[in-house]
């Protein structure tokens, strides 16, 4: 499936720097895989090109100036890859079909509203837990610890994201806002905001 979106991200962890992007984000199910092509506007005229993958188990964060100038190149598997393979299952709220158990998640409840979701791609083991709506839809998810990038050093930290303004697209109910943010051990920070522009789905016979 291919999904467009348009928002802003937040480039600072201890301020307020929000700034405008568009992405294009192309997703397969099976194998669980996804590909995330951003520009966000630092200044008009001056955009950063954001690459964000899982890919065949790998996970790559790539980031240029203008497409030229690289900010940012981390790839391969380990702490980045699970942590790409983190937002693809958080994400599946745009493709519920992968949640299903017949794609190999296992749920386990927590609550009368909550559960946790368990993937399992190669080496990695991932756990997600999943709180619905009245209407049985996901309204969050939440990851006990995600590596997140400080500089040129990842840190585990609590994360955190919220689903609503539910729409009917192509036979699915899917979510066309989103946000997303860090829990800071001084406190939480949203680091997304992201409305869905476009989004078409693929079904493989």
């Known amino acids: ?82 942590g790409e393979l983190f937002r693809f299952f958080a994400e599946a709220a745009w493709y519920p079909t992968a949640l299903l158990p017949s794609h190999g998640v296992r749920w386990d409840a927590f609550d009368d509203h909550s559960a946790y979701a368990t993937l399992v791609d190669g080496p990695l083991t991932l756990t997600l837990l999943f709180r619905f709506n009245d209407a049985g839809l996901i309204d969050s998810f939440r990851a006990e610890a995600r590596g997140a990038m400080v500089g040129r050093t990842m840190v585990m930290i609590p994360w955190e994201g919220r689903w609503s303004d539910y729409r009917t697209r192509n036979g699915m109910t899917v979510p066309n806002v989103g946000e997303v943010e860090w829990l800071w051990p001084e406190g939480r920070r949203s680091y997304f905001r992201g409305t869905v522009t476009s989004m078409r789905f693929e079904f493989l016979p």
């Open 1 to 82: 499936m291919t999904v467009e979106l348009a928002g802003t991200f937040n480039l600072s962890h201890t301020s307020e720097r929000w700034k405008r992007f568009t992405s294009r984000q192309t997703i397969v199910a099976r194998r669980p895989g996804f590909l995330w092509d951003a520009e966000i506007a630092l200044l008009p005229g001056l955009a950063v090109r954001v690459l964000d993958a899982y890919i065949g188990g790998q996970g790559m964060l790539h980031a240029a100036v203008l497409g030229l100038f690289q900010v940012a190149d981390i790839h391969g598997d380990g702490e980045i890859a699970r």
